[in-house]
């Protein structure tokens, strides 16, 4: 016989007490009452940094620094060091300093919580910088006065003060973009680099960047790159005159006194500028090649992208894995137009992206891989409806490139018109029941989500009842959410348009709003008809 252990009911007192503690700090943590003294929010914020400090000091001479961390911890103590506003200290940490960041966000905004780990990752990368930036995040959603006063009206929106005066966020929004647009609106535009070593350090942290070889660090030269610099808002700038570290930046670096060029993580890594040293002449070239060969579109790169000076874009919708296979050659032909076209991926099963872009084809219930292109400069957009081999590829981006590819209008399949009162038209049938008709054509435009519509198709559907002796004239519908012509353009819905027979280029445009009676006499008037009409009464 033995005694029964308490080890079991010990451990479970144990825990009761720890978890109960633990509740109650975090009721302590989580209590929103302000506090009496003006400086302790910001006083709090210094002691979660020196915490956090310390932590460190202690795992490294306990030896605990582990490559097993999560990324969920490392996120959680990059969190602690953002500032949480609200409606009472938000004034003092903007008065209390002279950089201030503030993201402000919503809690059910996919986007702010897209955003938030890379900002969060932003501060931790600013603080081992030394930067005097304070970053900051306010629920806008709740505390609505704070928002308000700053004048956050969208979800996110990142905004920067200096010395208490406010400007807005023009960069991108990745950690990388946030540090290096925040650094240089904080007085640190570009970074010097003296050795092998530092270069070596660089190259770890930065994916991205410009860099210029130069003999002195002056001249007019000089000043122009320090220029472009500071204008620009996306890309760290890298400054040097030693040839050995340019090398290890640039390796194929032809002019050892005098060279600036763009580095990217990517198979096409280096670009070397040979324009002239002028600030709007190397923004330029920056623009036009800080993008990868192949990009793949999100939600926190579309501005930047969208912002290109670039006209011609070739977008690929395709699910991850397919796009895998059709990476490599995708590179190779934008290779070949690189400059002069945007080549763009889009995950085909991201409704957010990916369905506004192929409802435009009608296209949106699409599952394999799709190949289009927009021409910004004219408004056209294209498909490729080849095979998708890069062969096939790369012809429709020549000739997308030359202006001989024809544009993309969508249509309807062509439907059965027989007997029918009122003709349907699709795309592909405007042309021939439209323009190449020899009669006269009403046609009503017309779109689903159109409200006033139904009340113009009851009046067209009475008006060719009205006028069905009349063999010269014909009524027509299109539904323009589904069907385009370039030779149909149209602003608003409904639409009534009288085509006449011997002058279809120039349609007459008849009022909506117009009673049944008055749109009669119009189609009369128009046509010249109305002593030579059998009609039924209206």
């Not at 070739?314 to 590179?331: G, H, M, R, S, T």
Request: net charge negative; charged share 25%; glycine share 4%.
């Amino acid at each position: 016989m033995f005694t029964r252990k308490p080890t079991s009911r010990f451990i479970f007192f144990t825990l009761i007490l720890v978890l109960f503690l633990s509740f109650l700090i975090t009721i302590k943590a989580s209590d929103p009452t302000p506090n009496a003294n003006d400086e302790e929010d910001l006083e709090g914020l210094e002691e979660l940094i020196a915490l956090d400090e310390e932590e460190e000091r202690q795992e490294l001479q306990e030896g605990s620094h582990s490559v097993r961390s999560s990324e969920a911890e490392v996120l959680t103590k990059a969190q602690r060091i953002v500032l949480e506003l609200n409606n009472d200290n938000t004034k003092r940490a903007i008065d209390g300093n002279e950089f201030v960041l503030i993201l402000g966000y919503a809690p059910w905004c996919a986007r702010s919580a897209e955003l938030m780990p890379q900002f969060a990752e932003a501060a931790t990368s600013l603080k081992e910088l030394g930067s005097p930036l304070l970053m900051a995040k306010l629920d806008a959603d709740r505390h609505t006065k704070a928002a308000s006063t700053l004048g956050i009206k969208g979800f996110p929106t990142l905004l920067l003060f200096v010395n208490g005066t406010s400007q807005a966020y023009t960069g991108g929004l990745s950690a990388e973009e946030i540090v290096i647009w925040a650094r240089k609106k904080t007085g640190v535009p570009l970074i010097r680099i003296s050795s092998v070593a530092e270069a070596d350090e660089f190259l770890k942290k930065y994916h991205t960047f410009v860099i210029g070889l130069f003999e002195k660090f002056e001249g007019p030269d000089y000043d122009e790159f320090v220029k472009a610099a500071i204008s620009d808002n996306e890309i760290q700038f890298v400054e040097t005159s030693n040839i050995d570290v340019a090398t290890v930046l640039f390796p194929d670096i032809k002019d050892t006194n005098h060279f600036l060029g763009i580095v990217k993580s990517e198979p096409e890594r280096y670009t070397p500028y040979e324009g002239t040293f002028k600030m709007d002449k190397i923004l330029q070239f920056l623009d036009y090649n800080k993008l990868p060969l192949v990009t793949k579109l999100t939600e926190l790169n579309s501005a930047r992208v969208y912002s290109s000076p670039v006209q011609l874009q070739v977008i690929v919708f395709a699910e991850v894995d397919e796009f895998k296979n059709l990476l490599e050659p995708l590179q190779e032909v934008a290779r070949k137009f690189k400059s002069k076209m945007i080549f763009l991926y889009v995950d085909i099963t991201d409704e957010n992206l990916a369905k506004p872009f192929l409802t435009l084809f009608g296209l949106e219930e699409a599952k394999n891989t799709v190949v289009t292109a927009f021409d910004n400069k004219i408004s056209s957009k294209f498909l490729l409806q080849s095979d998708l081999t890069p062969i096939n590829i790369e012809e429709f981006c020549t000739r997308l490139l030359d202006g001989t590819l024809s544009p993309y209008f969508k249509s309807q399949p062509i439907p059965d018109n027989k007997e029918a009162s009122i003709q349907i038209i699709v795309g592909k049938t405007f042309d021939d029941l439209v323009l190449s008709s020899p009669k006269n054509v009403l046609l009503e435009v017309h779109t689903p989500w159109c409200i006033s519509c139904e009340t113009t198709s009851k009046h067209v559907e009475k008006l060719a009842k009205h006028f069905k002796g009349l063999d010269n004239l014909v009524f027509a519908r299109i539904d323009a959410s589904t069907n385009e012509h370039p030779k149909l353009q149209v602003d608003e819905y409904p639409t009534l348009f009288l085509y006449p027979a011997n002058d279809k280029a120039n349609p007459i445009k008849l009022s909506t709003k117009s009673g049944l009676k008055e749109l009669a006499a119009s189609i009369n008037k128009h046509l010249k008809a109305k002593d030579h009409v059998k009609k039924d009464e209206l």
